[in-house]
């Protein structure tokens, strides 16, 4: 594996940065790899950027609006890694769709592979590997014979409304379990 083609970013630097900041920092990062994809494939037009992406994927290629999509929460708590790698997947992504072919391949197949390889000069990860707590949180807990179990907001919304959820493992219904903080019952309702 040769070494990553686009500069790493000083931890230092990325440490320091405002809200504002960081969001250029962003800009000029998908700006450095579109550039480099233009190498390549001159007509490749350049994607539009949001930092509208919730929940625990880092990143997006999003073909329908134009551009790529960035979980704020993710990058704002793993700068390094998010330029060093997130920019670079979701830009190999844009890049093979817009290839000849590119609306027929799979979406980390051979050519997304060797675009973040020989590109990049990045090991073609499928996942990332952040804590997704904060930018994905699931605070209410429910409970089973096996197991607990936690609801995002959407999901126990459903179950107060009469949804029904079972567990896979042993079948049962799943109750709602408030929090129990420092003898004191905390709803989350």
Do not use: I
């Not at 931890?11 to 994809?37: G, I, K, M, Y």
């Not at 093979?96 to 060797?114: C, I, Q, Y």
Request: aromatic share 10%.
């Amino acid at each position: 594996m040769k070494r990553p083609v686009l500069p790493e970013p000083c931890p230092e630097w990325l440490a320091s940065l405002d809200e504002a900041a960081l969001h250029q920092a962003l800009l000029d990062r998908v700006e450095a790899a579109w550039q480099l994809c233009r190498h390549y494939h001159p007509e490749l037009p350049r994607p539009k950027v949001w930092c509208d992406l919730r929940g625990k994927c880092a990143g997006q290629a999003h073909y329908g609006r134009g551009g790529l999509r960035f979980n704020r929460v993710l990058y704002r708590e793993n700068r390094q890694a998010f330029l060093t790698e997130v920019v670079p997947h979701e830009m190999a992504h844009w890049l093979v769709r817009h290839l000849s072919d590119g609306h027929r391949a799979r979406p980390h197949g051979r050519e997304w592979r060797t675009v973040m390889e020989r590109l990049f000069g990045l090991e073609p990860r499928v996942t990332h590997r952040f804590d997704v707590e904060r930018a994905s949180p699931t605070p209410y807990r429910y409970h089973c014979g096996c197991q607990e179990h936690f609801f995002t907001s959407r999901r126990h919304s459903l179950a107060r409304n009469g949804r029904r959820y079972r567990c896979l493992s042993c079948a049962q219904t799943l109750v709602y379990q408030p929090f129990v903080e420092h003898g004191k019952v905390t709803t989350n309702v």
